[in-house]
T-cell receptor
Framework: DGGITQSPKYLFRKEGQNVTLSCEQN?????MYWYRQDPGQGLRLIYY???????QKGDIAEGYSVSREKKESFPLTVTSAQKNPTAFYLC?????????????FGSGTQLSVL | DAKTTQPNSMESNEEEPVHLPCNHS???????IHWYRQLPSQGPEYVIH???SNVNNRMASLAIAEDRKSSTLILHRATLRDAAVYYC?????????????FGKGTLLTVNP
């Protein structure tokens, strides 16, 4: 079945450590997105990518980095510069050229600080 | 800065209709209006979307104002399973419209 896979489901980060969240999709979608969600809050956009080898900062990109070397993969690194990384992270994708297509979301990764 | 505005919360009784409003006064002509809902600790799931005409599917109906500056998601008979956060977003292309921004959504509580 086609879809988006996020891993791991739970992740723990030590002080000063970088961690990478995985997001893989087999939907052949060009556009991919990373969102952060804090308890009781909505989704805030971290980074997005419209096509391979290209990505743009969202509203809260500081302390995060991404890469888009393959169409199906859009990993997110939470760097040590992100001082408050505890949150629920969601990855999404959609076809690039169409607005008449729904967004597909992964099941999320819960990141916590040890 | 979300392009849509929704009430923070709404409450309904089971088996009654629910009308969830969304304002999007800066909508452009090519933006589709999408609705998603999210259960706790899960990723959002698609509910419905439309451009100009009202839309129906097995989950809900979407009523779009004639000037497209607002829309309403209609759940015809709310069930306990419909309790979730509902998000209304504008799905556009070109320039900054690729940046799909979510607001805080509306937390729907369904009373038995």
């Amino acid at each position: 079945d086609g879809g988006i896979t996020q891993s791991p489901k739970y992740l723990f980060r030590k002080e000063g450590q970088n961690v990478t969240l995985s997001c893989e999709q087999n939907l052949n979608h060009d556009a991919m997105y990373w969102y952060r969600q804090d308890p009781g809050q909505g989704l805030r956009l971290i980074y997005y990518s419209q096509i391979v080898n290209d990505f743009q900062k969202g509203d809260i990109a500081e302390g995060y980095s991404v890469s888009r070397e393959k169409k199906e993969s859009f990993p997110l690194t939470v760097t040590s510069a992100q001082k408050n990384p505890t949150a629920f992270y969601l990855c999404a994708s959609r076809p690039r050229g169409s607005t008449n297509e729904k967004l597909f979301f992964g099941s999320g990764t819960q990141l916590s600080v040890l | 800065d979300a392009k849509t505005t929704q009430p923070n919360s709404m409450e309904s009784n089971e088996e009654e209709p629910v009308h969830l409003p969304c304002n999007h006064s800066t909508i452009s002509g090519t933006d589709y209006i999408h609705w998603y809902r999210q259960l706790p600790s899960q990723g959002p799931e698609y509910v419905i979307h439309g451009l100009t005409s009202n839309v129906n599917n097995r989950m809900a109906s979407l009523a779009i104002a004639e000037d497209r500056k607002s829309s309403t998601l209609i759940l015809h008979r709310a069930t306990l399973r419909d309790a979730a956060v509902y998000y209304c977003i504008l799905n556009g292309i070109g320039g900054s419209n690729y940046k799909l921004t979510f607001g805080k959504g509306t937390l729907l509580t369904v009373n038995p």
